[in-house]
């Protein structure tokens, strides 16, 4: 009984002194609330930057003077070297279409091929005018239904002036079409020293080998250049398409 009494009078003397301490601290937070001290502290705020118009900015003016000069100096030499090597394509450009055509000149089959090649071209003119005339005749044929002769022979001619007129224009509006798409084909895709090369080159080729390709191929030559310029095209046109 006394050791169960002596251990009570422990713990309440350990239970009094924490109560005791906790106090004590209550008290002085309460102190600290109630006698707090505004101190004013200062803190650096970074400001934009003022010019000032009466400093001295000579290395400033020096240094963008040394730049303006040396900008304009590599920009002259820029334009210096682009003109050479422009005006140096333009000759060997120059230089390689006029021996070729020379050559071409000198080609008897080649010669040969490229009048057939109008030759035909024209024909195929002439049966096309043939055909829309003829088709502007059948449409006038209408106008024999008309008793009074002289509105049926207006009629017929404003009929096939009309038809003859529409196939005409249409036809030449679709050629004009296609020539401006392949133009914008060609500035997009292949405007560029490499079409020019492939130019010069299929040409030279079979203008110098026209013989042998007519012997292993049966084709106009001059069509067969203009086929590989379509086939060129078509490549580059994909290949311009699968790096966008």
């Known amino acids: 009984m006394r050791n169960e009494k002596e251990k009570l009078r422990s713990a309440n003397v350990t239970i009094g002194e924490c109560q005791d301490k906790i106090r004590c601290l209550t008290q002085q937070r ?28 000579t290395d400033y003016q020096n240094a963008k003077a040394k730049y303006e000069t040396q900008k304009e100096r590599l920009a002259g030499q820029y334009k210096a070297k682009t003109v050479m090597f422009q005006t140096t394509l333009f000759l060997l450009a120059w ?7 020379f050559q071409a000149v000198q080609s008897d089959v080649f010669l040969s091929d490229c009048k ?15 055909w829309t005339i003829d088709a502007g005749q059948s449409v006038a044929q209408i106008s024999t239904k008309i008793p009074n002769e ?14 003859v007129g529409i196939c005409v224009a ?3 509006i679709l050629a004009i079409l296609i020539e ?11 405007w560029d020293v ?3 090369l492939m130019i010069l080159t299929s040409a030279a080729v079979i203008i110098y080998f026209g013989e042998v390709i ?8 001059l069509f067969f250049w203009l086929i590989l310029q379509g086939i060129y095209l078509t490549i580059r046109r994909y290949i311009s398409q699968d790096t966008d």
């Open 30 to 57: 309460d102190y600290a609330r109630t006698h707090q001290k505004i101190v004013e502290i200062p803190v650096e705020k970074p400001v934009l930057y003022e010019k000032c118009e009466a400093c001295d900015r």
């Open 95 to 101: 230089y390689s279409l006029t021996t070729t055509l």
């Open 116 to 130: 057939s090649f109008f030759h035909d071209a024209a024909s195929f003119i002439q049966t096309f005018i043939g």
């Open 150 to 163: 002289i509105i049926a022979g207006i009629i017929y001619w404003l009929l096939m002036i009309l038809v």
């Open 170 to 172: 249409g036809t030449g």
């Open 180 to 190: 401006i798409k392949v133009i914008e084909l060609y500035k997009k895709n292949c």
């Open 194 to 196: 490499i079409t020019l």
């Open 214 to 221: 007519k012997k292993a191929l049966s084709i106009n030559l």
